[in-house]
Each structure stands twice: as C-alpha cells, then as structure tokens.
C-alpha cells in the first residue's frame, strides 16, 4: 500500500489533501516538525505544504518553513518522490507566467522575503538531483475559519464585523485556484506513472477583479465596503498558464466567483458554530 507522508497536515491545503486522500487507498503519515521518524524511516512520497508567509510577524519562520525544513528533508530524509509546494506570487510583476520563466525579485516588495525563500527552495530541489516536483500554486481559497489569506479574511469580517477594509483598489486582480481543486490536482499527479516536468503551475488560468468579489460579498452579508488603497503601489499579477497542468490531467478548475456564495454559506455555519 502507498505510503504518503504530508509535512504541513494541520494547515489549510495539508487538511484538505488528508482528507481527499483518506477516500484512496494509501498510507498517510502526517508528521510534527521535530518527528524524529523523518529522518529514520522511508516516507514514501512527500507532500510539502508546510509554508508561512508573515513576512513582518514572524520573518524567521518564513524562512524555516519555506525553506530551511525543506532543504534538511531533501538533504537527510529518505523518500521515493516529494511534491514541494511553492507558490504563484512568484509571478508579481512579471511578464510571463509560464513555468520556465525569468523571475525577479522587487525591491518594492513588502513581502519579497516570501518570494526569496520560495525561490530559494525551488532551487534547493532542482539541484538535489532528486525525484522532485515544485507545485506553485496560485491564491487558494475554501473556508479556513482563521486564516490570514486575502479572501478568507474578508469573507470573514464581512459576516463578524459586517465591514470589509479593502486596501486594494477595485481593479486589482489576480488568480484563485479552490482548495479542493488544488488538493485532487497534486493526488492526480502523485498517481501519475510517466516522468512529470519540474515545476508546475496549478491555477484558475483567470484573474478574478476585487470589485467583482466584493458585489458578491456585500449582497450576501449586506456588509459595508471601505476603499482605501494607492494604486500607484498596488502588486499587478498577470493571468497564470496552465498548459502544462492540462497536458497531465483532466483539470477543469472551478471560478471563484461561482463559489463565492457558497463560501460565504459554510463560512457563516462554521462561525456561528465556534
């Protein structure tokens, strides 16, 4: 029986990975950061989702997550193949989104540490002359009750404070790829038999504008909206490539805008819940 070993299991994309996998066949073994049996028993295939990304909180841990834990997993661990999942925001400010592209990192960037790291990773695992993929997935979204990410965290003041401070400006747009799509699409090519490309892109393929989010947020919750933005400084995200993702697998990704209402339904269930 195939044995899959999650690093990241408690947070929101390991969750949802977990509990797709549970409907297979397989061994899942989610381990602590400090298991001592990473380092002594063979994890089979190794799923990295264990990243953080508060660059200004905590910028360390940016930095171990991201890429120090990997870097002894890759060097010390025994695996037979390991997904590592970067991320598209790679992309911020680029002209070209497909996975062989230059990438640069802005020094304008508040959270160019995030990009360092990711990069750094990246090229951690393609110079291990391993059995590695790099997985950059683009904004996910689902209901994570205490998440930090953009959409769960408006969605969430929406229906608690009934207010939603947006410091972007309505036209700012960029890519959100469902939890549940990203989750089945990396099980997918974890099931694959032939040689897969290095780096992966796993997108919507669609930039999704936050005025659009927003109608849709302010007519469920009838939340009030506050604009406060410069859009001289705003972060421009061109539309990711998925060509790549779709020579491999079925992969019909859902809209957000379409899934936003029920979001918002299992988000107010949930709170009402705690």
């Known amino acids: ?10 947070g929101f994309i390991g969750t949802e990975i977990i509990k797709q996998l549970k409907k297979s ?7 602590q950061r400090n298991d001592n049996l990473l380092f002594t028993e063979n994890l089979g295939t190794v799923i990295y989702a264990a990243g953080y990304g508060d660059c200004q909180k905590d910028p360390y841990n940016v930095l171990d997550a991201n890429t120090t834990l990997l870097s002894h997993i890759i060097k010390e661990a025994k695996f037979d193949k390991l997904f590592y999942l970067s991320s598209t925001r790679l992309y911020l400010n680029q002209e070209n989104t497909f996975e062989n592209a230059n990438i640069m990192i802005h020094t304008s960037d508040n959270r160019r540490l995030f990009n360092i790291t990711k990069l750094a990773a990246e090229e951690i695992c393609l110079k291990s002359n391993k059995n590695i993929t790099i997985i950059r997935p683009s904004n996910v979204y689902g209901t994570a009750i205490n998440s930090s990410l953009f959409l769960p965290s408006i969605v969430r003041d929406a229906i608690q404070k009934k207010e939603i401070n947006m410091f972007v400006s309505p036209e ?21 038999e032939e040689d897969i490309s290095p780096i992966i892109n796993i997108a919507s393929g669609i930039n999704t504008k936050a005025e659009d989010l927003v109608n849709i947020i302010k007519n469920k919750t009838s939340c ?4 406060n933005f410069n859009k001289d400084n705003e972060e421009k995200f061109p ?20 899934d936003l209402s029920f979001m918002i339904d299992d988000f107010t269930v949930k709170l009402k819940n705690l």
Request: aromatic letters at 10%; a positive charge.
């Open 1 to 10: 029986m195939k044995l899959i070993t999650i690093l990241g299991g408690t």
């Open 25 to 31: 066949h397989c061994n899942i073994y989610s381990p």
């Open 172 to 192: 700012y747009s960029k890519d959100y790829i469902s939890v549940n799509d990203l989750a089945s699409a990396i099980i997918e090519l974890i099931n694959l």
């Open 224 to 227: 009030n909206i506050n604009w």
């Open 239 to 258: 539309p990711i490539n998925i060509n790549l993702i779709k020579k491999y697998i079925n992969y019909n990704p859902s809209n957000v805008l379409n």
